[in-house]
C-alpha cells in the first residue's frame, strides 16, 4: 500500500519544481530526470526491498533490518534532492528558485511511515528510537553543512533569514513553555480542588470547555482590548511588555487553551485512585496535604503527563498563529511567507513547527513511560 | 482499653450504630462479629475517627478520642483493611514505613523496624523489602499490611476483615500468624468479620452486633453456650453448635488421668472435634492421650465428648 503510494508519487508528481524567480510558481521535474540516474535507481532498489521485506513473515530482526533501510532510504530521499538541486542550478539562471516539489514530500512521507513502522514492530524501545532519531539528524546536519541543500531555495530562504530564525526558534519554544508552566500551575491546584470538591467540576468544565471553543483569533482579538486598557491604566505593566498585542496576550491565551487538558487530565487521574488506598492513607493518619501529595498526585501522574503531552503539542501549533498579533516565533515565517505567496518561506517555519511538535511529543511520552512504571 | 459509651451514627436518618456501648479490655483479641449491615465496621471506623459518630464518647487508653486531632490520634491506631490498601507506587520498605516516616523516626530506626516486622510476617527482607506491591501474591500483600498496620508499635491494632479476599489455605495460615503475633506482643486488637468461624479461631472476646445494638459480648464458648437470644444462637450455631463447641475444647479438659488404651496417642492440645473424628475414623470410643513430649498421659472416651 505504502509503496503504491510511493510509486504513483514517483510517476506521477514532480520531485523538485523549478520557477524562473521566488514569485512565480514553478515546472515539475520528475525524480529520474532530476537526479542522478544512480541515486534514483538506489531509492527505487531500496523501496523494492523495503516492500519484500513487508511481505515477508515478521521477525524482530528482520524489523530491525526494514528500520535501517527505511533510515537509509529517508537520507538518500533527501541527499537526492540536495543533490539534483545542484544540478539543476548549474543550468539555470541565478535567480532561479528550486523547490522540493509534491514528489519529494510523498516520498519522504512514505519512507518515515516505514521507518516509524519498522520499529514498532521490532519492539523498539524508547532508547533506541532516540538514537535512531539521533543518527538521522546529524547526518542531516552533516549534508546541511556540507553544502549539499545550498541550490534548494528553502535553504535560500534560510540563508536571507538566517539571523532571524534562531530568535524566531528560541521565541517559540518560549512562547510555549510559559504557556504550559503556568497552565500546570494553575491546572494541578484546580484539578485538586475539583477532585475534592465534585459539585465544582460541572461549572469548572464548562468554562474550560467554552475556552477551547473560541477560536485562537478569535480570543486573541477578545484579549486585545482589555490589556491595552490595563496597560495604559497600568504604565508599570506596560513597561513589562503588556500590551493589547506582542506576547503577553498570546501567553495569556495559551495558557487558557492549556487548561482544559491538563484540569481534565488531572481530575481524572486522581479519580482514579483506588479508594482502599485513600482509606487506608487516611486510616494511617495522613494529613489532607500528604494525602494529596504522597499518594494521590503521584498516582494521578501518569495521566497528568499524558495530558501535557496533548497541551504541548497544542501548543507548539498555536503558538504559529500567535505570530499575527506580533507574539514572534515560527509564525513569523509562515505569515510572511503567505503574505509574500512564497511557499519556501511558509516551510521555513513550518517545518521547524512540526519538528519541535515531533520532539516534545518524544519527549513527552518518555516521561509517560517513566511515570507509569510502577504500576 | 477501649471504652465506647452509648456511642451513635446515622445515615440519612437510618441509626446504623444505636446507642452502643462495649468495654474492650487492655490486650483482648476482641472480633466485631455479625451480620452485613449490623454497625460493625462503622464501629471499627468510629474507634479512629474515620467515622465521625453523633453521640455518645469513644475512650482510647482513657483519652477521649473526640479530645486529639485526627491524624496523632489514628498514627497510634494501627489500621489494616480487607483490599490491603497497599501505595501502588511505593515499595514494600516505604509502604511499612509510612506511619514511622510520618512521625519523624530516624532514618536507622526505620530501617531496622521494616526488616523487624518482615521478619515477624515471614517475609526475607533481602528478597521483598524492594518489591512493589504488584509483584506480590495477594496473601504476601496481606502480610504487608499487617507489618504496616504494626509499624509504629500501636497500642491498638484495627482490622477491617482483612483475610476476606484471600484464599481458604492463606487465610488460615494467615489466622495462625495474627493469633501468634498478637501472644507475642499483647496488642489489644479489634477484628470485624461475618465470619463465624474465623471469629472462633481468632477471638479471646466476641462482641455481636445486631442492627447497631450489642446482641451478646463474651468468649466464644459463653456464646455457644449460654447465647442470650435467639439471634445469637442462630447466628453463632446455626445447626451445628455442638460441633463448634467440641472445637473450642482439647482432650486435656476431658482427660481420664492414669488410664490406658490401644492405639497410637493423640497430643493433649487436639481439640474434642478432631478427636471425635479420630474415634469414628478408628471404630473405637476410647483414644489414648500423650503429652507434648509423646508420654502417655491417659484416656479419653466418648462419653466424655458429650458430657
Redesign the interface.
Known sequence: MLFAVGAAAVLGTGFLSIAPNRLLSGRPIGLFAATDLRLGAGIGLIAGVLLLMSLAPPARGLQRAAAALAGGLLLLIVGAAGNAAAALATAAPPLARISLGAGFWILFGTAALALVDALQRAGAGSAERSAVIATLGLASLAMAHCGLFDALSLAREYRSHEDLFATALVRHIVLVVAGVGPAVLIGVPLAITAARQPRLQGPLFAVLNLLQTIPSIALFGLLLVPLAALASAVPMLAALGVGGIGPAPAVIALILYALLPIVRNTVAGIAGVDPAVIDAARGMGMTRRQLIWRVEVPLALPLLVAGLRIVTVQLVGLAVVAALIGAGGLGTFVFEGLGQYAADLVLLGALPAIGLALAADFLLQTLAAVAARHD | MIEIDSVSKAYDGRRVVDELSLTIPEGSFCVLLGPSGCGKSTTLRMI?R?VAFDSGTIRVGGEDVRRVA??????RIG?A?????????WRVEDNIA??PR?LDWPRARVQDRVSELLELLHLDPATYRAK?P?QLSGGEQQRV?VA??LAADPELL?MDEPFAAVDPVTRAVLQTEIVRIQRATKKTIVFVTHDIEEALILASDIAILERGHLAQWGTPLDLLERPASAFVGEFVGGGSSGLKLLSLRTVADRLRPGETAAGEPVPMDTSLRDAFAQMAARHSDRLPVSDAAGRPLGTVTLADLVR
Open positions: 479512629n474515620l485526627p491524624e496523632q490520634l489514628r498514627r489500621y483493611i480487607q483490599s490491603t490498601g497497599l501505595f501502588p507506587h509510612t506511619v510520618l512493589y504488584h499490611g504496616r498496620a484495627l
